[in-house]
């Protein structure tokens, strides 16, 4: 796998905004955000897709939703705010390094997409 820009996030080779960092993952400001609140989860580990995950990775994801609470609550979203994860090009995923949109701040519609 290429280094992706996440990977060049992770590695500091590229700046970003961050709003949190463990030595699992990190969040970051999305560049092109859809919501006045629309930040990125992002696993250190490089997995393309959540579909590539395994069996191995259970305590990773769950690690990553654990974050998304803790953030939410930190920015005084916990009520209501949205998580996306794309998979594949044809779901819109634009970089191929798994992360989860967390998305708040404005009223939502369902079905989303």
Not at 84 to 98: K, P, R
Request: with cysteine; aromatic share 6%.
């Amino acid at each position: 796998m290429t280094d992706t820009i996440f990977q060049k996030i992770i590695d500091k080779e590229l700046p970003a905004e961050i709003h949190y960092e463990d030595d699992i993952c990190l969040v970051i400001k999305d560049i092109n955000p859809i919501a006045p609140t629309h930040l990125l989860i992002i696993p250190k580990k490089s997995i393309e897709k959540i579909s590539d995950s395994n069996k191995e990775d259970q305590e990773l994801l769950g690690h990553l939703f654990l974050v998304a609470g803790k953030v939410a609550r930190d920015l005084g979203v916990e009520d209501a705010f949205r998580l996306v994860v794309n998979n594949g090009a044809d779901a819109h995923q634009t970089v191929f390094h798994l992360h989860i949109h967390l998305i708040a701040g404005r009223e939502f519609s369902w079905p989303p997409g």
